[in-house]
Protein backbone atom coordinates (compact mmCIF):
# COMPACT_ATOMS: atom_id res chain seq x y z
CA UNK A 1 0.00 0.00 0.00
CA UNK A 2 2.89 2.33 0.48
CA UNK A 3 3.83 1.58 -2.66
CA UNK A 4 0.92 2.66 -4.07
CA UNK A 5 0.62 5.71 -2.54
CA UNK A 6 4.17 6.85 -2.88
CA UNK A 7 3.79 6.04 -7.16
CA UNK A 8 -0.37 7.88 -6.72
CA UNK A 9 2.22 11.23 -5.49
CA UNK A 10 4.23 11.21 -8.08
CA UNK A 11 1.17 11.05 -10.42
CA UNK A 12 -0.31 13.70 -8.65
CA UNK A 13 3.17 15.67 -8.49
CA UNK A 14 3.77 15.00 -12.51
CA UNK A 15 0.27 16.33 -13.39
CA UNK A 16 0.56 19.71 -11.12
CA UNK A 17 3.83 20.32 -12.83
CA UNK A 18 2.25 20.21 -16.55
CA UNK A 19 -0.60 21.91 -15.88
CA UNK A 20 0.04 24.15 -13.98
CA UNK A 21 3.33 25.36 -16.57
CA UNK A 22 2.73 26.28 -19.75
CA UNK A 23 -0.90 25.13 -20.70
CA UNK A 24 -2.70 28.02 -19.73
CA UNK A 25 -0.61 31.83 -20.41
CA UNK A 26 -3.91 33.92 -18.98
CA UNK A 27 -7.32 34.36 -19.07
CA UNK A 28 -8.67 35.39 -22.58
CA UNK A 29 -11.83 34.89 -24.22
CA UNK A 30 -12.21 34.69 -28.15
CA UNK A 31 -14.78 34.81 -30.77
CA UNK A 32 -14.27 32.21 -33.74
CA UNK A 33 -15.75 30.79 -37.01
CA UNK A 34 -17.51 27.76 -36.96
CA UNK A 35 -18.13 25.32 -39.41
CA UNK A 36 -21.42 25.50 -39.96
CA UNK A 37 -23.85 23.30 -38.09
CA UNK A 38 -26.09 21.85 -40.86
CA UNK A 39 -23.79 20.53 -43.28
CA UNK A 40 -24.54 16.74 -42.23
CA UNK A 41 -25.23 14.56 -45.31
CA UNK A 42 -24.89 10.98 -46.66
CA UNK A 43 -25.37 7.94 -44.42
CA UNK A 44 -22.63 6.05 -42.82
CA UNK A 45 -20.16 7.27 -45.93
CA UNK A 46 -16.72 6.23 -46.12
CA UNK A 47 -13.65 8.50 -45.21
CA UNK A 48 -11.66 10.04 -48.47
CA UNK A 49 -8.37 12.00 -48.21
CA UNK A 50 -9.97 15.30 -47.02
CA UNK A 51 -10.77 16.38 -43.48
CA UNK A 52 -14.26 14.01 -43.25
CA UNK A 53 -16.51 13.25 -40.02
CA UNK A 54 -18.54 10.28 -40.43
CA UNK A 55 -21.34 9.52 -38.09
CA UNK A 56 -23.42 6.73 -37.60
CA UNK A 57 -26.92 6.02 -37.63
CA UNK A 58 -28.71 6.23 -34.30
CA UNK A 59 -29.64 3.43 -32.50
CA UNK A 60 -31.64 3.21 -28.89
CA UNK A 61 -30.78 0.12 -27.87
CA UNK A 62 -27.18 0.10 -28.82
CA UNK A 63 -26.99 3.95 -27.53
CA UNK A 64 -28.69 2.83 -24.73
CA UNK A 65 -26.64 -0.02 -23.40
CA UNK A 66 -23.30 2.72 -24.41
CA UNK A 67 -24.68 4.99 -22.24
CA UNK A 68 -24.82 2.70 -19.23
CA UNK A 69 -21.38 0.78 -20.03
CA UNK A 70 -20.08 4.49 -19.54
CA UNK A 71 -21.32 5.15 -16.27
CA UNK A 72 -17.90 4.52 -14.06
CA UNK A 73 -16.42 7.27 -16.63
CA UNK A 74 -19.12 9.77 -16.93
CA UNK A 75 -18.91 9.99 -12.80
CA UNK A 76 -15.02 9.88 -12.60
CA UNK A 77 -15.40 12.86 -15.48
CA UNK A 78 -18.29 13.92 -13.56
CA UNK A 79 -20.07 14.62 -16.69
CA UNK A 80 -23.06 13.21 -17.83
CA UNK A 81 -22.13 13.84 -21.26
CA UNK A 82 -19.12 11.85 -21.44
CA UNK A 83 -19.82 8.82 -23.42
CA UNK A 84 -23.30 9.32 -24.13
CA UNK A 85 -23.12 8.08 -27.66
CA UNK A 86 -25.67 11.24 -28.47
CA UNK A 87 -22.97 13.76 -30.19
CA UNK A 88 -24.53 17.00 -31.21
CA UNK A 89 -24.10 19.14 -34.17
CA UNK A 90 -22.11 21.91 -31.95
CA UNK A 91 -19.88 19.26 -30.77
CA UNK A 92 -19.42 17.90 -34.54
CA UNK A 93 -18.65 21.57 -35.54
CA UNK A 94 -16.19 22.11 -32.78
CA UNK A 95 -13.65 19.19 -33.54
CA UNK A 96 -14.02 19.76 -37.53
CA UNK A 97 -12.76 23.38 -36.83
CA UNK A 98 -9.93 21.99 -34.96
CA UNK A 99 -9.29 19.50 -37.57
CA UNK A 100 -9.03 22.00 -40.17
CA UNK A 101 -6.84 24.89 -38.04
CA UNK A 102 -4.52 21.84 -37.86
CA UNK A 103 -4.37 20.75 -41.46
CA UNK A 104 -5.24 17.05 -40.60
CA UNK A 105 -5.67 16.53 -44.25
CA UNK A 106 -6.79 12.34 -44.35
CA UNK A 107 -7.94 12.10 -41.06
CA UNK A 108 -11.39 10.54 -40.61
CA UNK A 109 -13.63 10.89 -37.39
CA UNK A 110 -15.91 8.57 -36.42
CA UNK A 111 -18.82 9.75 -34.87
CA UNK A 112 -20.62 7.46 -32.41
CA UNK A 113 -19.77 5.02 -35.68
CA UNK A 114 -18.59 1.57 -35.60
CA UNK A 115 -17.15 0.76 -39.17
CA UNK A 116 -14.53 -2.44 -38.80
CA UNK A 117 -14.66 -3.13 -42.32
CA UNK A 118 -13.76 0.44 -43.77
CA UNK A 119 -11.31 0.80 -41.09
CA UNK A 120 -9.42 -2.67 -42.68
CA UNK A 121 -9.50 -0.51 -45.11
CA UNK A 122 -7.89 2.56 -44.13
CA UNK A 123 -5.58 0.58 -42.45
CA UNK A 124 -4.10 -0.89 -45.75
CA UNK A 125 -4.00 1.95 -47.38
CA UNK A 126 -2.49 4.23 -44.45
CA UNK A 127 0.80 4.64 -46.30
CA UNK A 128 1.80 7.51 -43.70
CA UNK A 129 2.27 4.56 -41.06
CA UNK A 130 5.71 2.07 -42.42
CA UNK A 131 3.62 -1.18 -43.27
CA UNK A 132 5.58 -3.16 -40.62
CA UNK A 133 3.86 -1.08 -38.12
CA UNK A 134 0.46 -1.19 -39.72
CA UNK A 135 0.61 -4.89 -40.05
CA UNK A 136 1.57 -5.41 -36.94
CA UNK A 137 0.93 -3.22 -34.15
CA UNK A 138 -2.04 -1.84 -36.50
CA UNK A 139 -3.73 -5.33 -37.11
CA UNK A 140 -4.16 -5.62 -33.09
CA UNK A 141 -5.83 -2.15 -32.79
CA UNK A 142 -7.82 -3.13 -35.23
CA UNK A 143 -9.06 -6.94 -33.81
CA UNK A 144 -9.66 -4.89 -30.46
CA UNK A 145 -11.63 -2.37 -32.51
CA UNK A 146 -13.46 -4.73 -33.99
CA UNK A 147 -14.07 -6.97 -30.62
CA UNK A 148 -14.60 -4.10 -28.06
CA UNK A 149 -16.38 -1.62 -29.77
CA UNK A 150 -16.61 2.14 -29.11
CA UNK A 151 -20.46 2.12 -30.19
CA UNK A 152 -20.82 0.20 -27.16
CA UNK A 153 -17.85 0.40 -24.26
CA UNK A 154 -17.06 4.10 -25.67
CA UNK A 155 -13.65 6.40 -25.52
CA UNK A 156 -12.53 9.10 -27.04
CA UNK A 157 -9.34 8.07 -28.93
CA UNK A 158 -7.33 8.29 -32.02
CA UNK A 159 -6.11 5.02 -34.26
CA UNK A 160 -2.35 6.19 -35.87
CA UNK A 161 -2.30 3.01 -38.01
CA UNK A 162 -5.87 3.60 -39.77
CA UNK A 163 -5.68 7.71 -39.33
CA UNK A 164 -9.12 7.58 -37.49
CA UNK A 165 -10.46 9.58 -34.20
CA UNK A 166 -13.64 7.48 -32.70
CA UNK A 167 -16.06 9.92 -31.16
CA UNK A 168 -18.24 8.87 -28.29
CA UNK A 169 -18.74 11.72 -26.01
CA UNK A 170 -20.61 14.82 -26.42
CA UNK A 171 -18.10 16.65 -25.44
CA UNK A 172 -16.07 18.98 -27.43
CA UNK A 173 -12.65 19.39 -25.54
CA UNK A 174 -12.27 15.45 -25.08
CA UNK A 175 -12.95 15.25 -28.82
CA UNK A 176 -10.01 17.78 -29.55
CA UNK A 177 -7.93 15.77 -27.19
CA UNK A 178 -8.29 12.61 -29.28
CA UNK A 179 -7.84 14.74 -32.45
CA UNK A 180 -4.80 16.36 -30.73
CA UNK A 181 -3.21 13.18 -30.75
CA UNK A 182 -3.71 12.99 -34.84
CA UNK A 183 -2.05 16.27 -35.16
CA UNK A 184 0.87 15.02 -33.01
CA UNK A 185 1.27 11.02 -34.79
CA UNK A 186 1.03 13.11 -38.38
CA UNK A 187 4.17 15.83 -37.28
CA UNK A 188 6.58 13.15 -36.51
CA UNK A 189 9.62 11.68 -38.75
CA UNK A 190 8.56 8.05 -38.15
CA UNK A 191 4.74 8.21 -36.90
CA UNK A 192 4.15 4.73 -36.71
CA UNK A 193 7.43 4.06 -34.68
CA UNK A 194 6.41 6.85 -32.35
CA UNK A 195 2.84 5.40 -32.41
CA UNK A 196 3.86 1.91 -31.20
CA UNK A 197 6.77 3.68 -28.50
CA UNK A 198 3.71 5.36 -27.00
CA UNK A 199 1.92 1.73 -26.45
CA UNK A 200 4.57 1.26 -23.95
CA UNK A 201 3.70 1.05 -19.89
CA UNK A 202 3.93 4.77 -18.71
CA UNK A 203 5.26 5.99 -22.25
CA UNK A 204 1.63 6.93 -23.15
CA UNK A 205 1.75 9.89 -20.78
CA UNK A 206 4.28 11.46 -23.16
CA UNK A 207 1.39 11.77 -25.61
CA UNK A 208 -1.06 12.42 -23.19
CA UNK A 209 0.84 15.40 -22.43
CA UNK A 210 1.23 16.66 -25.41
CA UNK A 211 -2.42 16.15 -26.29
CA UNK A 212 -3.78 18.15 -23.25
CA UNK A 213 -1.37 20.75 -23.74
CA UNK A 214 -2.26 21.35 -27.48
CA UNK A 215 -6.24 21.22 -26.78
CA UNK A 216 -5.80 23.81 -23.70
CA UNK A 217 -3.49 26.11 -26.33
CA UNK A 218 -5.92 25.58 -28.78
CA UNK A 219 -8.88 26.73 -26.50
CA UNK A 220 -6.71 29.43 -24.68
CA UNK A 221 -6.64 30.56 -28.67
CA UNK A 222 -9.74 29.91 -30.48
CA UNK A 223 -12.16 29.09 -27.95
CA UNK A 224 -14.70 31.30 -25.90
CA UNK A 225 -14.26 32.06 -21.99
CA UNK A 226 -17.13 29.01 -21.55
CA UNK A 227 -15.25 26.80 -23.70
CA UNK A 228 -11.80 27.44 -21.81
CA UNK A 229 -13.33 26.91 -18.36
CA UNK A 230 -15.30 23.59 -19.28
CA UNK A 231 -12.37 22.46 -21.54
CA UNK A 232 -10.19 22.76 -18.04
CA UNK A 233 -12.63 20.95 -15.98
CA UNK A 234 -12.83 18.39 -17.92
CA UNK A 235 -9.12 17.83 -19.94
CA UNK A 236 -7.70 17.73 -16.02
CA UNK A 237 -9.51 14.66 -14.95
CA UNK A 238 -9.30 13.19 -18.11
CA UNK A 239 -5.22 13.92 -17.87
CA UNK A 240 -5.06 12.87 -14.28
CA UNK A 241 -7.01 9.28 -14.78
CA UNK A 242 -4.87 8.89 -17.68
CA UNK A 243 -1.93 8.91 -15.59
CA UNK A 244 -2.97 7.13 -12.52
CA UNK A 245 -3.89 4.72 -15.29
CA UNK A 246 -0.63 4.32 -17.01
CA UNK A 247 1.03 3.81 -13.40
CA UNK A 248 -1.72 1.18 -12.20
CA UNK A 249 -0.92 -0.73 -15.12
CA UNK A 250 2.57 -1.57 -13.47
CA UNK A 251 1.41 -2.02 -10.39
CA UNK A 252 -1.71 -3.30 -11.01
CA UNK A 253 -3.97 -1.04 -9.34
CA UNK A 254 -5.60 0.82 -12.15
CA UNK A 255 -8.76 1.42 -11.16
CA UNK A 256 -7.49 3.24 -7.64
CA UNK A 257 -4.91 5.37 -9.29
CA UNK A 258 -7.01 6.07 -11.94
CA UNK A 259 -9.84 7.17 -9.72
CA UNK A 260 -7.27 8.96 -7.85
CA UNK A 261 -5.27 11.07 -10.70
CA UNK A 262 -8.92 11.98 -11.62
CA UNK A 263 -9.70 13.50 -8.46
CA UNK A 264 -6.46 14.98 -8.67
CA UNK A 265 -7.10 16.66 -12.12
CA UNK A 266 -10.71 18.25 -10.87
CA UNK A 267 -9.38 19.90 -8.05
CA UNK A 268 -6.34 21.14 -10.30
CA UNK A 269 -8.83 22.29 -13.14
CA UNK A 270 -11.81 23.83 -10.72
CA UNK A 271 -8.71 26.12 -9.38
CA UNK A 272 -7.53 26.82 -12.83
CA UNK A 273 -10.83 27.33 -14.40
CA UNK A 274 -12.20 29.83 -11.07
CA UNK A 275 -8.86 32.13 -11.94
CA UNK A 276 -10.28 32.95 -15.39
CA UNK A 277 -13.48 36.00 -15.41
CA UNK A 278 -14.99 37.18 -18.10
CA UNK A 279 -14.19 40.80 -16.95
CA UNK A 280 -10.66 40.26 -17.40
CA UNK A 281 -10.57 38.50 -20.57
CA UNK A 282 -9.84 40.41 -23.73
CA UNK A 283 -11.63 39.62 -27.21
CA UNK A 284 -9.61 37.81 -30.40
CA UNK A 285 -10.79 36.28 -33.37
CA UNK A 286 -9.73 33.76 -35.32
CA UNK A 287 -8.15 34.33 -38.78
CA UNK A 288 -9.34 32.22 -42.15
CA UNK A 289 -7.62 29.32 -42.00
CA UNK A 290 -6.48 29.96 -45.89
CA UNK A 291 -7.12 31.26 -49.02
CA UNK A 292 -9.41 28.82 -50.52
CA UNK A 293 -13.16 29.10 -50.10
CA UNK A 294 -14.43 25.96 -50.14
CA UNK A 295 -12.73 23.92 -47.23
CA UNK A 296 -11.71 19.92 -47.20
CA UNK A 297 -14.22 18.76 -44.94
CA UNK A 298 -16.71 16.74 -45.11
CA UNK A 299 -19.93 16.03 -42.82
CA UNK A 300 -21.44 12.56 -43.05
CA UNK A 301 -24.19 12.14 -41.11
CA UNK A 302 -27.64 10.39 -41.06
CA UNK A 303 -29.95 13.43 -41.90
CA UNK A 304 -29.75 13.43 -46.01
CA UNK A 305 -28.07 11.83 -48.76
CA UNK A 306 -26.45 14.70 -49.88
CA UNK A 307 -22.81 15.52 -49.70
CA UNK A 308 -21.60 18.80 -49.27
CA UNK A 309 -18.52 20.83 -48.16
CA UNK A 310 -17.80 23.34 -45.21
CA UNK A 311 -18.35 26.73 -46.91
CA UNK A 312 -16.00 29.74 -46.02
CA UNK A 313 -17.46 32.61 -44.17
CA UNK A 314 -15.97 35.20 -46.09
Request: net charge negative; proline share 4%.
Amino acid sequence: MNRHATLFASTACLMLSMLCTGCVRGPRTFSSHRVPENTLCSREGQCTQDIEIVQGQPNTVIDGLGWIVGIPRKLMLWNSRVDDHSVQPETIAEVATYAEVNHLDGVCIRVNQYAPIDEWKRLTKNDRINPGWRYTMGTLSLVGYTLIPGRVFGGDNYNPYTNSVYIHSDVPALAMEATAYAKDVNSRTYPGTYAAVNQLPLVSIWHETINTKDTLDYLQSYGTYEDQKKGMEILYPNYGAAVGGAFGTVVGATPVLELGGALVGHVSGRTKSFQITAQTTDMAWLESYGDEKTKSIRMVGHDSSEVIRAQDSN
